[in-house]
Every structure is written in C-alpha cells, then in structure tokens.
C-alpha cells in the first residue's frame, strides 16, 4: 500500500461522502439512533459534528489540514456511551466503508483505529 489511507479513502471528497452516510446511518439505526436523531432539528450543530468528523478523519488519515475540534474524551464526556453502543456505530461505519467499496485492508485498517480510540469514548 503505497498510497496513505487519506487517499484510500477518496480524500476530502470521498471522506465527505463516508460520514455524511455514517451519520445518516447511525439515525436509522435503532439501537443508537436516539443518541443522532436530535440532531435533525440542530442542522447547524450537525453541520458543525460532520465538518468536525471530516477534519478528525482527514488528517488523522494523512491528509491536508488540521485537526482543531476538541480530543475524543472531551467530545464524548458526559455521554456515557456503553460498548454495545460503539460496537453499533463501528459496525455502521465499516458497513458504509463497504458500501462505498473501499477495498477490505483499508477498511481492516479503519476498524484499527476505530478499536483505539474506544478507551476514549466508551463510559465517558
């Protein structure tokens, strides 16, 4: 793999497409979608998550930019998401990951980092 996982996954556009599916996933998801359906009537604030998630993923994936949202603890203190719920929303994200036919290594690749960073959100 000689191209960075940011390029993998279709760049800007391409991670733009990715999480516009993820959230609209997560809201047709019923044993989550109470944690997204608020959002449809905050389009700002969903405006702001989404650009947020496209950023996190962007440069964590080698793209261009910088990330300036707030870290993974602080995003999702106070939500006490349970791992049943982050099992939900990573099945969600890898199903989409499909759907968008990114090849099986980049998306084992994804289902990595998505595994490191559960410490961060789970519980909080």
């Not at 998550?49 to 964590?60: N, P």
């Not at 603890?73 to 106070?78: E, I, L």
């Not at 036919?101 to 960073?117: A, E, F, M, N």
């Amino acid at each position: 793999m000689s191209s960075t996982l940011f390029e993998r996954l279709g760049g800007t556009a391409g991670i733009s497409a990715i999480v516009d599916d993820v959230v609209e996933k997560h809201m047709n998801n019923p044993k989550i979608q109470s944690r997204f359906l608020p959002y449809r009537e905050q389009q700002e604030k969903m405006a702001m998550i989404k650009q947020h998630t496209i950023a996190f993923f962007t440069v964590g994936s080698g793209g261009p930019g910088t990330y300036t949202g707030r870290d993974m603890v602080a995003t999702h203190r106070g939500m006490n998401i349970s791992p049943a719920e982050y099992m939900h929303t990573v099945d969600d994200i890898l199903n989409v990951l499909e759907k968008h036919q990114i090849d099986q290594d980049t998306r084992t690749q994804v289902l990595g980092i998505l595994w490191s960073l559960k410490g961060m959100i789970i519980g909080q």
